[in-house]
């Protein structure tokens, strides 16, 4: 398969990777073999990663998770620079998502997810600022949701206008 009707079936995947195979192959104009064979190439090759749910955890009655984000500042190492410390951070399971940034004043933002408001300020404390290279932290807790991964997580329909008659 050509790389751009590659990126169109990664596109796809990713608005809706519950798409069949055949309602894949019709959209793309190709054979359910060859989007097959695509796809496993591109999972074996680690471009295609996982197929997450979105979910919106506050529609949940007993929403069991605590989102912070972490804006870590890093002494990079020679020759590894941010990379080991990062790998590092990675490999804790609270730990969602690691980011390396520019243009802030902190190197890495990290995403985690705990039962409580403690667990996440135990997990900076006592995990998080010990590493080494961790020169300082900032944490945020995120409050509500709104969009995810694209996804709008509340879409009222309501009309906000003000009704102006004659």
Sequence with gaps: MDKQKQRELLRLLEEDSRLSVEQMSRLLATTPEEIERTIQALTEEKVIVKYPAIVNWEKVDDNPFVTAMIDVKVTPKRDV?????????????????????????????????????????????????????????????????????????????????????P
């Design 81 to 165: 620079g941010f990379d080991e410390v990062a790998q590092r951070i990675s490999r804790f399971p609270e730990v969602k998502a690691v980011y390396l940034m520019s243009g802030a004043s902190y190197d890495l933002s990290v995403i985690i997810e705990g039962k409580t408001m403690i667990e996440v300020a135990n997990f900076v404390s006592q995990k998080l600022a010990t590493l080494e290279s961790v020169v300082s932290t900032a944490t945020s807790f995120i409050l509500k949701r709104y969009k995810h991964d694209g996804i709008i997580l509340e879409d009222r329909d309501d009309d906000r206008r003000m009704v102006v008659s």
